[in-house]
Structures are given as C-alpha cells and as structure tokens.
C-alpha cells in the first residue's frame, strides 16, 4: 500500500505570494491533518479533515486554510506568504475518524522557503 | 497552558548504552499517548502509543514506554541501544480530539 504523498517536495516563494500544498493520503485514509515543523516551534498542529469537514483547528493564523475532497485528497493553502512561514508542512493520515488514539501515518513533507 | 515536555534536547550515547527518555504532559483527564521517531531522511513513524490497559506499552525496535498518571509521564525506554537508533524522538498526546501535541523533541546520537 501506497504511504502518504505530499507535491511538492520543495517550494521557494517570495514574500506575499500565496501557496498551495497538496497531501493524498493513505487509500483508505479518510482523515487528513496539517502540521507545521520548525526549529524553533518544533511540530504545530495546523488543521485536521475528516469526510471534506475541518474538525480541528490549531492555533494559527487565517491566512492558513486547507480543504478536503470527496476522495480524501487534501490541500492547504497558505496567503500572503512571511519569512516566518518558511518551514516543512507535514501532512498526515489516519484509517479511522472515529478513534482520538488511531496512529497518524506521515508524509516526507514540503519544504517551503519563503524569501 | 496545556502542554508536553521533553527534558533532553540532546542525548549522545555509546552502543549498547541504556536509553531512558523523559516525556511529561500538562493535560488533565483522559490522554492518548505516542511516541513517533524521525530517522535521518525519513518520514516520522510511529514507535508505540498508550491508550488504556497496561501502562506498560511495547513497541517496535526493542522500545517500550511506562504511562505513570500520577506523574504524567510516559518515558521511553531501550536497554541497549544500536547505532541504528540515532534519530529525533517526539512524545505526542491526543485530549478527546484527533490533534497531535508534540513535545519539542529528543535527538538521540548513538555513538559506534
């Protein structure tokens, strides 16, 4: 079975632009989350989708959204880009949305440089 | 503030060395409990996860991990160490909803 993939791997920007990262989860997977890693904020929950509806939400800011499709595929899209933004955006899937202890399966993530 | 700490930034060790890493969290109620590791180059997997029943948990690559809710820790452990075990180690939790909380991380190097 297939793992997560994220497109693209890497992404240079400059500041203002606006992005669009695109996670396909495991076949079967039908919840999706976003992280945010960092050196200095370390791994940040950004959203999570289950059946195309965002259930969770962490602490960022609105310039930061996502969407989930009817096939799981999600995407996040990120405006008005800042150097604070550069960072590897993890997504990953979990089998089941029913469960708060189901493992989360992870991505090779996208590295987003923002200059 | 809800959150969970990882005492060692760094932790450099010899082969064979015992492997002990402490992990506590802030939140109250029920929690679910993970530990993932990130080798060099690869994706974060997960290495065990505590939920309910036996506090001691198992999981792959010879690591197992103790739930101790009256201190709310759930440290990681490995009796011997391999050179194979040089990674970045992340405690995580999960409160009644399906966000990951992570600690800030453990890089262990083992030296051969």
């Known amino acids: 079975k297939a793992g997560v993939t994220q497109t693209p791997r890497y992404l240079i920007k400059t500041r203002g632009q606006q992005v669009t990262l695109s996670c396909s989860p495991i076949s079967g997977h039908r919840s999706v989350s976003w992280y945010q890693q960092t050196p200095g904020q370390g791994l940040q929950f950004l959203f999570e989708y289950f059946s195309e509806t965002q259930r969770n939400k962490g602490n960022f800011p609105g310039r930061f959204s996502g969407r989930q499709f009817s096939n799981s595929r999600s995407e996040m899209n990120v405006s008005t880009l800042e150097l604070g933004d550069s960072a590897l955006y993890l997504c990953?899937?979990?089998?089941?949305?029913?469960?708060?202890?189901?493992?989360?399966?992870f991505g090779p993530g996208t590295r987003l440089t923002v200059l | 503030a809800q959150s969970v700490s990882q005492h060692n930034h760094h932790v450099i060790l010899s082969e064979a060395a015992s492997l002990e890493l402490g992990c506590n969290y802030s939140y109250g109620g029920t929690v679910n409990l993970f530990w993932y590791v990130q080798y060099p180059g690869q994706h974060l997997q997960l290495l065990l996860k505590?939920?309910?029943?036996?506090?001691l948990v198992k999981g792959i690559k010879g690591f197992e991990a103790e739930f101790i809710k009256s201190k709310f820790s759930f440290n990681l452990r490995k009796p011997s160490v391999q050179w194979s075990d040089t990674a970045e180690y992340f405690c995580a939790v999960t409160v009644n909803d399906y966000k990951l909380s992570f600690g800030a991380g453990t890089t262990v190097t083992v030296r051969a």
């Open positions: 990953a899937s979990s089998w089941d949305g029913e469960a708060f202890y189901n493992e989360q399966f």
């Open positions: 505590y939920f309910s029943g036996d506090p």
